[in-house]
């Protein structure tokens, strides 16, 4: 079989929605769909997750030490978008991508994060579900980067608990770009 | 269950100490676990020859990997009292499959706020061989030394 081109690669496992900067920035200040996270906070996936960065915070692993420090077992503040991502399959929903940044219509084929900053409120506990609500913010004109041709794309987004309140709010930058010819 | 931890109080805690240096080797499988752990599945973070159709040499860490490597830098150091107030971080360059990823950082400032939280400002570099890769600050909220 043929080895694929990187240019066919790109499109196929990561649909994007594509179109013109025009039709960009007409949801620039647009509010996506406010989101309730598929996966409720457990310790299994804090597990998982501290065994990725090698963590052995006592907060994340000994309930003794963390109902006395916090109240309860608490999730590690880098786990906040994992909880708000969609299932690769579901009876129901077709399987898109919640996050507004990745439904911008753009003529760039792929992205790549570029910074992120996140103010935290308050500690998330096992059982709490997480609900999600972003914004498009700002959308930059057409940059030439090391990595291609593109533009930039700045979201923030609100996570609240299942009682409403602000747990952390997030303003993300994402490249979203062609790599050059 | 018994884990080692030591703890700093904010009073203890001056501007321009030094956070002790932390490295972790990120293999292959660990690229994976970072997708499968943080249910990330675009595929520059898992398949090889779509990471290299989008200008990287390999497929590399996502942010919510390098996030947690950062706080850990900072609360393993401060000690699990600590509650990350604020994280910052740009990704300058990736962190690719059969790097060993480097975090250093130092305080930059303890001050409190209005609401007379005992904050704690921290500065960090996540690097690899090829030099800084991640800038990233904190800010820290840490308990008082008891009276």
């Not at chain 1, 907060?59 to 978008?81: E, N, R, V």
């Not at chain 2, 699990?80 to 990704?91: D, T």
Request: net charge negative.
């Amino acid at each position: 079989m043929a080895k694929s081109g990187a240019k066919a690669q790109m499109k196929d496992p990561f649909p994007l929605t594509f179109g013109t900067y025009q039709d960009a920035l007409k949801l620039v200040g647009k509010q996506g769909d406010c989101t309730i996270a598929e996966f409720s906070v457990t310790w299994e996936m804090i597990k998982v997750y501290c065994s990725l960065t090698e963590d052995g915070n006592p907060s994340y692993w000994d309930k003794d030490y963390a109902d006395k420090q916090w109240g309860g077992i608490i999730a590690p503040p880098g786990l906040l978008l994992a909880w708000c991502m969609p299932l690769q399959w579901h009876p129901e929903k077709e399987l898109k991508p919640y996050f507004i940044a990745l439904r911008v219509p753009l003529p760039g084929d792929t992205i790549i994060n570029t910074a992120t900053t996140t103010e935290f409120h308050r500690q998330l506990f096992l059982g709490d579900r997480v609900s999600v609500q972003d914004k498009l913010i700002q959308i930059s004109e057409e940059k030439d980067t090391r990595l291609g041709v593109g533009h930039f794309l700045t979201t923030e987004a609100e996570f609240k608990n299942q009682k409403d309140e602000l747990v952390a709010v997030q303003t993300n930058n994402l490249f979203r770009y062609k790599v050059h010819a | 269950m018994t884990l080692n931890y030591s703890s700093k109080y904010w009073d203890d805690i001056s501007e321009g100490d030094k956070l002790s240096k932390t490295s972790m080797h990120v293999p292959f499988e660990k690229v994976i676990l970072d997708a499968a752990a943080t249910q990330d599945y675009f595929p520059g973070h898992h398949n090889p020859e779509y990471a290299r159709g989008q200008g990287q040499r390999d497929v590399y860490l996502n942010t919510m990997a390098i996030e947690g490597f950062i706080d850990r830098l900072a609360t393993d150091w401060a000690g699990p009292h600590a509650f990350i107030r604020q994280r910052k971080m740009q990704m300058r360059a990736s962190i690719y499959a059969g790097d060993t990823m480097s975090g250093e950082g130092q305080v930059e400032k303890c001050y409190e706020d209005e609401a007379g939280r005992a904050l704690v400002d921290i500065s960090l570099t996540i690097s690899t061989h090829e030099g800084p890769r991640v800038p990233a600050s904190l800010t820290l909220e840490i308990p008082r030394k008891p009276a």
